[in-house]
């Protein structure tokens, strides 16, 4: 395999890079009750810098996938973590909202270099036999990444203030700059050499391929629900009345409980058991937990502490889907030349279902003059979520004879 200079196989330098553009997405909820004091932002204004990233997501996720297959992996990667660096440095001395919303916008931009090239990039620097494993660990970069910052954030900005979360995030992707330009090779594409082919023909390829609108509308599925699930979880354990510091600890759980999930299918993957079979599981017991979560017969639900049991099976179990999805995506792929723009399309729908996600919960619980209707949402994706699956299962079997 590889020769690295370092004693760290590079898979493990790209998933910690994956980390790193991950607390970017997750550093603003804790500094947002500061920023609203300091800066004067407004509600409305906090919302689009919370969505500003999943704006990036929505836009430009296919121009960046085919921007990685096209640029070289590595070198968006770099260039991923460049602008991350330089946005969150400076966004630690922006003094209104605008110039913060622009640099959050950039940050965006940032992230998907970063992630976009990822999944490629680690199937090209590990054996065949560990690649579903692996692919099982890139898809914890997003819950690793949030809990650390719905963790940390709370203490630094305490601590220091708001600039130095800011900075220090800034330094930590100087720091997995440095950690990818070292220990990741310059990797050979042989695909360029087989395919040859032009922008146009790549995008061409993957939107008239069916797999690739599988896995990103299976994702969209996915994750429009587990954010806005997620996200409103401070704002329901405030109502059942629990202090905003334990609604932190207790929301970095529960996005910490869908990393055992992604570790665990990817484990299941190389044991070779189906792609199809781990994403019903995984919808199966994401609609469970939202019911026991959030149902109520004739006004009464479960208990506080059920209710968390129930959320934390809803994201530990809704966790075996992300990594099943990356690890699909590398196959169902249209050739080896359209990797990075098939995870694109994957990250662009996938930055669609948590855009649409969370107003959509909100809705339907302003609707309903409270959240017992959010299993409801939670079920519906799911059943939306289930019959994809299948259609993966059918389109992995038949590409079991061309791939190698």
């Known amino acids: 395999m590889h020769t690295h200079r370092s004693g760290i196989h590079p898979s493990w330098v790209i998933v910690w890079a994956g980390i790193c553009a ?115 660990w890139w898809g914890t970069y997003m819950p690793t990444g949030n809990a650390m910052a719905l963790l940390c954030g709370p203490w630094v900005i305490a601590g220091l203030n708001w600039q130095a979360w800011w900075g220090l995030l800034g330094a930590v ?33 993957t939107l008239q391929s069916p797999g690739p609108w599988l896995v990103a509308l299976t994702f969209a599925a996915y994750s429009s629900q587990w954010l806005a699930v997620i996200g409103f979880l401070p704002t329901v354990y405030a109502q059942l009345g629990l202090s905003a510091g334990m609604g932190g600890v207790l929301s970095a759980c529960v996005a910490l409980a869908n990393v055992s999930g992604n570790v665990l299918a990817g484990r299941l993957l190389q044991r070779a058991w189906e792609a199809e079979r781990l994403l019903f599981i995984g919808f199966a017991g994401m609609t469970l937990g939202a019911v026991g979560a959030y149902a109520e017969w004739q006004g009464v639900g479960l208990s506080t502490a059920l209710r968390f049991v129930c959320v934390l099976m809803f994201s530990a179990v809704g966790g075996l889907i992300p990594a099943t999805l990356f690890s699909s995506a590398l196959r169902l792929a249209p050739n080896d030349a359209t990797v990075s723009t098939t995870i694109g399309h994957m990250q662009q729908w996938s930055a669609l279902g948590q855009f649409a996600g969370p107003p959509l919960l909100a809705w339907v619980a302003v609707a309903a003059g409270g959240w017992q209707l959010t299993w409801g949402v939670s079920a519906a994706l799911s059943a939306a979520g289930v019959v994809l699956a299948y259609f993966i299962g059918r389109a992995l079997y038949l590409s079991k004879d061309t791939f190698k």
């Open 22 to 136: 991950a607390l970017h997405v997750g550093k603003l909820p804790p500094a947002l009750p500061v920023l609203q004091t300091e800066l004067h932002i407004s509600l409305v204004q906090a919302g689009f810098l919370l969505s500003a990233v999943q704006f990036a997501g929505m836009t430009l996720g296919l121009v960046v996938g085919l921007s990685a297959d096209g640029l070289g992996l590595r070198r968006c990667m770099l260039a991923g973590l460049a602008l991350l660096s330089f946005a969150s440095t400076v966004g630690g001395f922006a003094n209104d909202a605008n110039s913060l919303l622009a640099l959050r916008a950039l940050e965006g931009l940032g992230f998907l270099c970063v992630v976009m090239p990822a999944p490629a990039l680690i199937r090209r620097t590990v054996d065949a036999s560990q690649l579903s494993g692996r692919m099982g």
């Open 173 to 205: 992707s100087a720091f997995a700059f440095m950690a990818v330009w070292w220990c990741v090779p310059p990797v050979a594409a042989p695909a360029f050499a087989l395919y040859s082919h032009t922008w146009q023909q790549r995008l061409k390829l």
